[in-house]
């Protein structure tokens, strides 16, 4: 099992910039990947990023495709999400998820972290 704790969120304002991380423990050998995901209020719940944990191959949604940047230290099983050029869009709580395969469907993950509320005001 993978125990992952996230933490980086905050208020900021368009235009800004965040950098969120998510420390991971326990069983790391077993996940393929780690991804970021997003839900915001009264919204399903939404794929962001992913990437690989060994090749550190990476995957973004069309939305933040040139203003967010996935990536990871393998050292510190840690796994960063570095977000620029925030739109009010943005907001919603972000989770950290590990899978044992490539995937952008969230049923596919089995390990979470807790989220990490972000708002951006216009």
């Known amino acids: 099992q993978v125990q992952l704790v996230e933490s980086g969120g905050g208020l900021v304002q368009a235009g800004g910039s965040l950098r969120l991380s998510c420390a991971a423990s326990g069983r790391t050998f077993s996940s393929h990947a780690m991804g970021w995901f997003r839900q915001a209020p009264g919204k399903e719940r939404e794929f962001v990023a992913a990437i690989s944990w060994i090749g550190g191959d990476t995957y973004y949604v069309d939305s933040v495709k040139g203003r967010f940047a996935i990536s990871r230290d393998n050292a510190k099983n840690t796994l960063y999400l570095q977000m620029s050029v925030l739109k009010p869009e943005d907001t919603a709580v972000y989770y950290c998820?590990?899978?044992?395969?490539?995937?952008?469907?969230?049923?596919?993950?089995?390990?979470w972290g807790q989220g990490t509320q972000v708002t951006v005001s216009s």
């Open positions: 998820a590990a899978s044992d395969g490539w995937y952008t469907d969230y049923a596919l993950y089995d390990s």
